[in-house]
């Protein structure tokens, strides 16, 4: 089976794909500042907010983490054992398999987490109307 070409985009379709793109690197410029102020970097809080976030538990591996954030093992693994001499996070092998390391949040990166998933919270609230995501529709028109 081979895929059908896509019809060209017109105008508007520009214009909401360009809008979106705005709205998320708003947002993300809004998100390094609110963490640098903080102390800590825009990294340190998203692997902090995949460990408190990751599906189902309350630890992730540094492979979990690698996809979550979309980078390499072994930059994941500099990232942990910063966070882990900052009081963040602590690795510790598991009871089930002891294979396997989780990373794990300490109180004070549940502290840091936490006030700075309000403030992307609040950011998020105020984007409500604003942000218009790209739809089929738009795209698909010939």
């Known amino acids: 089976m081979t895929e059908q070409p ?3 985009m017109d105008k508007l379709a520009f214009e909401t794909l360009a809008n979106f793109r ?3 690197r708003k947002f993300l410029r809004f998100s390094e500042n609110v963490t640098r102020k903080a102390g800590i970097t825009p990294l340190q809080y998203l692997m902090l907010l995949n460990i408190k976030g ?8 540094v492979g979990e983490l690698a996809e979550r954030l979309q980078a390499q093992h072994h ?8 966070c882990e001499k900052q009081g963040f996070v602590e690795r510790r092998r598991s009871s089930e398999d002891r294979r396997r390391i ?3 949040l300490l109180p004070k990166g549940e502290d840091y987490v936490e006030r700075l998933a309000n403030a992307h919270r609040v950011q998020l609230i105020a984007l409500n109307g604003k942000f218009s995501v790209p739809v089929a529709a738009t795209f698909d028109r010939p």
């Open 6 to 8: 896509l019809p060209p």
């Open 54 to 61: 990751y599906p189902g538990r309350d630890w992730a591996t």
């Open 22 to 24: 705005y709205e998320i």
């Open 102 to 104: 989780e990373v794990r």
């Open 75 to 82: 930059g994941v693994v500099a990232l942990v054992s910063r």
